[in-house]
């Protein structure tokens, strides 16, 4: 797998740049194919998949029931049987309803058989706050699979990211948990023209700095670039990392900002506690404790339900402002 070469690039949205990667594996190999609700003649709740039943058919991209564990446990019998599903669930909350199939089955089968079994296969995942669709709808449940050993965890921030991800997912032997957040599908970005994909598990720096490291993935990365700019006004040389996937996880970039900074700030969308971020922190306290100047910082969601009005959900998430305080205050 490789990097794209951005020489010749286009503008994108994240929307589009799923819709494109999704296509263009469909053309590469016969053995990719789409289901969940709404995804064929409907295009997908979030259109992601629109325009897709009009090229590959219904044999390529059909709808299925109202079923968690029916999209799940089915695109694990068909992977087991040689094909590359991708399937969709309309919210990454509803991963709670098909838990079973993606922790028991799809995590655990290639282990329980001895590697003699694949399981080839993408569940798509809308995560993420929106615009008040409730407790239910709106969660970054990312961290419950970190209790889900064989399951890669897959969060791209940007349209570039989205695409080279996702087709390195679809190839992928081991089964991926691809999460979209449902405030970025209009997100707009460089996307390389050619051929590309991007390596699971490897970071990236999206801004380079000294003073301070900000680990984070989906839409925080925005959220922290905002405030890193911001903090540069007031000459604090903020590195913001996004570490793009939480399995496979690169302890080697985490490991190597902490000590070229000495500062780290984790931040994401999640709940605080019992997030990806106390798993990084607890790393990062084994291997680097040493090249710490002050204690690490997590700036997170609260730990309660998200509200229905869009005014309290504003409130609830984790902003720019937040990120700049923990900024302010880490390097003091």
């Not at 996307?191 to 839409?219: M, N, Y």
């Amino acid at each position: 797998m490789s990097e794209p070469n951005a020489s010749a690039t286009r503008t994108l949205t994240i929307g589009a740049a799923i819709r494109e990667a999704l296509a263009e594996e469909m053309r590469r190999d016969e053995r990719v194919f789409i289901m969940g609700e709404d995804v064929a003649q409907f295009g997908g709740v979030f259109g992601a998949t629109k325009g897709l039943f009009e090229e590959f058919g219904p044999k390529r991209i059909f709808d299925t029931p109202i079923s968690e564990m029916f999209i799940v446990g089915g695109g694990v019998g068909a992977a087991l049987t040689g094909m590359r599903p991708v399937v969709e669930l309309q919210f990454a909350d509803f991963l709670f309803n098909a838990a079973d199939e993606i922790v028991s089955k799809m995590g655990k089968w290639r282990y329980m058989h001895g590697g003699r079994l694949t399981v080839p296969m993408v569940v798509r995942m809308p995560a993420g706050a929106m615009g008040g669709v409730g407790p239910e709808h709106s969660q970054c449940p990312e961290a419950m699979l970190l209790q889900a050993p064989g399951v890669y965890i897959v969060i791209p921030s940007t349209p570039r990211d989205a695409k080279g991800l996702l087709k390195s997912s679809i190839r992928d032997d081991n089964p991926v948990c691809f999460f979209e957040h449902k405030g970025m599908y209009q997100v707009s970005g460089d996307v390389p023209s050619g051929e590309f994909t991007i390596p699971l598990g490897v970071a990236d720096v999206k801004r380079a700095g000294s003073d301070v490291s900000v680990i984070c993935w989906g839409r925080m990365v925005h959220v922290v670039l905002k405030a890193a700019a911001e903090a540069a006004k007031q000459g604090i040389d903020t590195e913001v990392v996004d570490l793009r996937c939480l399995r496979p996880l690169d302890k080697d970039a985490i490991l190597a900002t902490v000590r070229k900074t000495g500062r780290l700030v984790i931040c994401h969308e999640a709940h605080r506690t019992g997030g990806a971020g106390a798993e990084i922190a607890a790393l990062v306290a084994e291997e680097a404790l040493d090249a710490l100047a002050a204690p690490i910082r997590r700036v997170c969601g609260p730990d309660a339900p998200i509200p229905q009005s869009q005014h309290l959900e504003r409130l609830w998430l984790p902003g720019t402002k937040d990120v700049l305080t923990a900024l302010q205050e880490i390097v003091k």
